[in-house]
């Protein structure tokens, strides 16, 4: 009898409602009624639709022949590629350098973290600062060098790898971390024996750190993956409406304009669908690629 | 049992501590409305002495916040008018951009409208025009004859949707050339003024294209607009240039065509930065800024951004952008793109029409315009009273450019919606480097223009 009250889980019910209602609100209902919405006429943010498009899915097949959303999708998936070697990749070599430091193993993490606690947009602005065309720090110093013609960093040519350095180094620190917090789960023991049957410290990495670091990295590149398809503030910061020539469009910054720039709101709403479809495969992609082990 | 009805004792507790939250909140603000009701009724009955129409409660949305120069301006004024007239504003305003004419929108949408509202007069404001939600000049002064008689109504900027005047502006804007005089002087070419024909120009930006400097400022790929105006401008007159072309093929479509040929002509002979199709706008205006370009042609709220940015404010100028065929350099572009406007759900109620039409005549007064407006456009009948000891040379330039024209238009780009705008501005880098055919993209303009029109309008 006096454990009855543990068994009924209706309170709980009770408890969690709030915390539904408010999902389905602010959620849910959104994310319907924006299924609804690519499929309709909106001229403008705010106002009500005029009635479906004819035909009803031509949002759908319009991205199909439009070369913008075309580029947005490879600058997408370039970026995840991007993300998962140049963000985790270096994260996990920092933080096996970091581990094997004997000194200073707090700064190092102090240093390398540093960067998540800077807002996307304050970061946008210090690189165009860097990359800026007439007085930018890295023109300024070619041109210390003896390099007297400016280059600029933000055309054709350059445009897509001055939009990606920035956004890898910005999260390299917050996979820095979560993989550093890994290494420390790992027993000392382990090295310890290992170092005693004669193991280098590369094969000690090899075959010790990496294999039990594996479920960390997943849900590492795991993170980076659904991460990169949602990437948007600091790239429209540092290239605004895709500049030069669309060839810098996200799917993010691609959705952004169409709402705010160009109003097209209808347009817009497809292409969160897609980004929605898009990061619901990739994710059960890279959770069937990268499968958690048990040890 | 006995825990379950402790159970229930918890819940009652926890809902009785909500309810008495809530409800402390409630007489708390009862208390506060009260006292505050107390003070209004105080308030009320000296003012009521003087004026009668004290005491509404008038909800007023405008684009006077943030960073708007006039945000201080009108926050006086609006006080200065409640401490008058006894009544109270419950004001809205935001800064002007696509959230805020989001906001507009739904509340438009779902009945929630302020009941004065400064807004566009242009196409922002076709869907509660058509829906007939705002009060037209007309039907205003038919109670009110004297309502807004200060303004000259040609000027004051009807609707595209019935060419009917509904809203009564403030201060309004011009597009000039705005020049940086050291450039010049390093590159021996005197300021252009209202003779300088456009090849004389032409040569003038070459000359200080010679000398090391870049001739325009601007960045094509952010905002190509001030140059697609001017140039299409030179095909055309002030009295046909806001008019929108039907084919590609007839008159303004030609001017348009002939417009983008001129500067693609331009981005070819390297007047344009360097980084023109991949630079921002603040970086090019930085450079004009910091003397590496000599022309920047922009809107007259640029003044107060120059005078800003600089030490030496009389380094700059502003002048006419030169023409060529029909149009004169002194023809230029400008208007009063935003007014006040009553809504009918205001106008509905006797007391809020009465605070509205008195809120408003206040804010568009003689006195009140001329200090909102001070080098700007307006449609006052005597004209800006302006102290001219107060303005820059800058804003003195601004202000004997614009007492000395002979001719205004609309900017013909207010004419196209948002949505159809993009094949040419947004495909301005396209256009110039030739990768788009100029009578392509003017093509999939108007088409998109023609495809945007409701079926009842095409018809």
Redo the contacts between chains.
Sequence with gaps: M?S??YKNKK?LI?FLAPAFAFMLIFLYYPFVKNIFNSFCDI??????A?GLNTPWYANYSRMLSDENMRTALINTLIMILVTIVGQVGIALLLAILVDNVKHGAKFFRVVFFFPIVISATALGLLFNLIF???KGMINQLLGAMGVGK?T?W???TH?LITMMIPVTWQYVGFYFIILVTGLNNISEELYEAAAIDGATRFQRVRFITLPLLYNVICTCIILAVTGALKVFDLPWVMF??G????KTWLTGTYMYYQ??????VDYSSAISVLIVVLGVILSKAVNKIFKERDY | MK??MA?AAL?CVMAVSLAACGGNEQSENDTTSKSETDKETGKEEKKGAEKKTGGVELNVTTTFAGNDTNAQNYKDAAGKWQDDTGNTINDTSATSD??F???????F?VGSEPDVLFYFNGMDSN?FVEAGKVISIDDIRKEYPEYADNMKDELMGASPVDNVNYSVPVNGYWEGMFVNKSVLEEAGVDVPNADTSWDDFMGICQKVKDAGYTPIAASL??IPHYWFEFTIYNHLAPDTHAVLPEKVDDEHGKAWVAGLEDMKEMYEKGFFP??T????DD?TF??FI?G?AAFLVDGSWKVGGIEEATDDVDNFTVTYVPAKGERKATDIIGGLSSGYYITKKAWDDPDKREAAVSFIEYMTSDEMVSKFALTSATALKDGAKVDEKELSGLGKAGLEMVNNITGISDAVQDQI???CR?PIF?GM??IVTG?VKIPDAVTEVLTMIED?Q?EDAKK
């Design positions: 006096s009855n009250i309170p009770f001229r403008g943010l705010g106002t009500a005029r800026l065309y007439d400016l600029d933000k055309d054709e445009a605004p409406k500049i030069p020539f669309g709402v705010f720039n160009a109003t097209d | 825990k379950k159970a819940a696509e959230t004419k989001a906001r507009v929108a739904a509340d949408e869907s790929a952010q360097e980084n199709l991949s630079g921002t970086e930085q450079s910091d590496k919606p948002t949505e993009v947004d880098p396209n990768k945007y409701p």
